[in-house]
C-alpha cells in the first residue's frame, strides 16, 4: 500500500528527526529532499554545472559526508531557485513518495508540488533563535568553527530565500498541520507527528 507522509519546514526546525522518527515507528521509507538539492549544491561548489548536476546526480552523491556543512546549505538553497533543477529532482521524489510500503519525505515543497496528495502533511517550525541554537550546536559538534549570530543570519538569508522563490516556495499546504517545536522537547514533537499519522492509517486500513 502507498501511503505518504509529506513533512515540510525551515532549516532546523526539527523537521528531519521527527521525519526519521516517523519512518521507523511506521517502518516506512524516508527520503530526505534536503539531500538532493545539498548534494546538487556540492557538486555546483565543485565546478560542475547546477543543472548537469541535478540531471545525472547518483546515489553514491547523497552518501557523502561533507553535505552538511553551512557552505553546501547555502549552496544548495542557490540551486534550488532554478526551475530547471526543481523539475530534474522531481520525478524521483514522486517515484519515492508511491513505493510500496510507506514513504515519509521531509523538505519545503513536499505538501505543495511534490505530493499535493499526500496522506498526511505536517508543517514544522520552531523560532529562529531556537533554530540557530539547534543548528550551531550540530555544526559544533561536527567539528566547525562558527559564531551562533552567524549561524542565524544564515539561516535567516536561507529562509527568505527558500520562501521568496517563484518555483515551489517553502510555504505551509493549505491542509498541513502546523507544529511548532519552539518549546517542545524531540519526544513531544515526535509524539504529535505520529498521532497525526495514526489518525489518519486508521481511516485507510
Ligand atoms: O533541508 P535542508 O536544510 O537540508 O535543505 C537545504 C536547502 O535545499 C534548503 O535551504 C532549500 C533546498 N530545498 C528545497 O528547495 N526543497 C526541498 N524539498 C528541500 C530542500
Known amino acids: 500500500m502507498a501511503f505518504t507522509v509529506a513533512i515540510?519546514?525551515?532549516?532546523?526546525?526539527?523537521?528531519?528527526?521527527?521525519?526519521?522518527?516517523?519512518?521507523?515507528r511506521f517502518g516506512f521509507g524516508h527520503l530526505d529532499t534536503g539531500l538532493l538539492y545539498r548534494a546538487t549544491g556540492r557538486r555546483m561548489l565543485d565546478g560542475e554545472d547546477p543543472l548537469e548536476a541535478a540531471r545525472n546526480?547518483?546515489?553514491e552523491d547523497l552518501q557523502r559526508s561533507d553535505l552538511r556543512?553551512?557552505?553546501?546549505?547555502?549552496?544548495?538553497?542557490?540551486?534550488?531557485?532554478?526551475?530547471?533543477v526543481r523539475a530534474a529532482l522531481l520525478d524521483f521524489q514522486r517515484?519515492?513518495?508511491?513505493?510500496?510500503g510507506g514513504a515519509v519525505l521531509d523538505g519545503r515543497d513536499i505538501g505543495t508540488v511534490i505530493c499535493p496528495d499526500a496522506d498526511v502533511k505536517l508543517f514544522i517550525t520552531a523560532s529562529d533563535e531556537v533554530r540557530a541554537a539547534r543548528r550551531h550546536?550540530?555544526?559544533?559538534?561536527?567539528?566547525e568553527d562558527v559564531t551562533l549570530a552567524a549561524v542565524l543570519a544564515?539561516?535567516?538569508?536561507?529562509?527568505?530565500?527558500?520562501?521568496?522563490?517563484?518555483?515551489?516556495?517553502?510555504?505551509?499546504?493549505a491542509d498541513a498541520v502546523l507544529i511548532d517545536t519552539s518549546a517542545?522537547?524531540?519526544?513531544?514533537a515526535v509524539a504529535a507527528a505520529v498521532a497525526e499519522v495514526s489518525r489518519r492509517l486508521e481511516t485507510v486500513r
Not at 556543512?69 to 530547471?84: E, K, N, P, T
Open 57 to 59: 546526480l547518483r546515489a
Open 184 to 188: 517542545m522537547g524531540i519526544e513531544d
Open 95 to 100: 517515484a519515492f513518495a508511491r513505493r510500496g
Open 69 to 84: 556543512g553551512g557552505d553546501v546549505a547555502q549552496a544548495a538553497s542557490r540551486v534550488a531557485v532554478d526551475s530547471a
Open 8 to 24: 515540510d519546514g525551515p532549516a532546523a526546525s526539527g523537521k528531519g528527526t521527527i521525519a526519521r522518527a516517523v519512518a521507523a
Open 137 to 143: 550546536a550540530e555544526l559544533s559538534a561536527a567539528g
Open 154 to 173: 544564515d539561516l535567516k538569508q536561507r529562509d527568505t530565500r527558500d520562501a521568496a522563490r517563484a518555483t515551489a516556495p517553502m510555504k505551509p499546504a
